[in-house]
């Protein structure tokens, strides 16, 4: 079956535009996740669904950035008014069930985003 | 606050050597995962690791988990090219013993395996 998609798979913004960045995950995954990939902070968890519910938003980087997700599916992640650094590689990762027993994540190729 | 570390950061290994790496966590947990990532390449999933002692192989390459000592390796054998990538350990950490899924994760090890 197909994995988890994002898009665009690139995105280069004017310092102070929105972007939206889509992800759409593994069907039948309840679970939905957020994370960011830069050279300098690695890899870091930004936010979480459960069906269309965010339980956990504390890894979001300021009110700047949004997520939501809509029918326990497809999910945006929001940036308004970018700055240079918000620049790096925003991955998407779904999971069968939060919390289960086995809470493998599977990761889709990610967005990788420029602020000029 | 979750602190999760690996060493060695680099790893330049030959061909038909052996070598771990090595995953710290400063929080108890049990579990554990690895996963694999490519130059310009999103992260594969490599191994699960839900309960202290497990232990799982792929190949030429083996993970194993010690809850007590918050330790996880991931152990090389006979190293070939093909295995060149960064690798990346990450802690899943729950509340009142329900996980939520929040991935920690560490810093990556970039394997380069020479002819």
């Known amino acids: 079956g197909a994995g988890v998609s994002q898009s665009p798979s690139n995105k280069v913004t004017e310092k102070g535009k929105d972007v939206e960045l889509r992800c759409d995950p593994i069907s039948g995954h309840t679970a939905l996740y957020w994370y960011r990939q830069s050279l300098g902070q690695g890899l870091e968890f930004l936010i979480y669904?459960?069906?269309?519910?965010?339980?956990?938003k504390s890894g979001l980087p300021s009110d700047r950035f949004s997520a939501e997700r809509t029918g326990g599916s497809v999910s945006t992640l929001t940036i308004q008014r970018t700055q240079q650094e918000d620049s790096a590689v925003y991955l998407c990762a779904s999971s069968l069930v939060q919390g289960g027993a086995n809470n493998e994540q599977f990761f889709g190729p990610g967005t990788r985003l420029t602020v000029l | 606050e979750l602190k999760v570390e690996q060493n060695p950061l680099f790893l330049s290994m030959q061909e038909g050597k052996n070598y771990t790496i090595y995953c710290n966590y400063s929080t108890t947990s049990d579990r554990l995962y690895w996963y694999r990532q490519d130059p310009g390449k999103s992260l594969e999933s490599l191994f699960v690791?839900?309960?202290?002692?497990a232990v799982k192989q792929e190949g030429r390459l083996m993970a194993s988990l010690d809850t007590k000592a918050r330790l996880s390796t991931l152990h090389i054998t006979a190293a070939v090219h093909d295995l060149s990538a960064t690798y990346f350990c990450a802690v899943e950490i729950g509340a009142g013993g329900t996980s939520y899924g929040k991935l920690t994760f560490g810093q990556g090890t970039i394997l380069t395996v020479h002819p």
């Open positions: 690791l839900l309960s202290n002692g």
């Open positions: 669904f459960q069906g269309n519910s965010a339980p956990d």
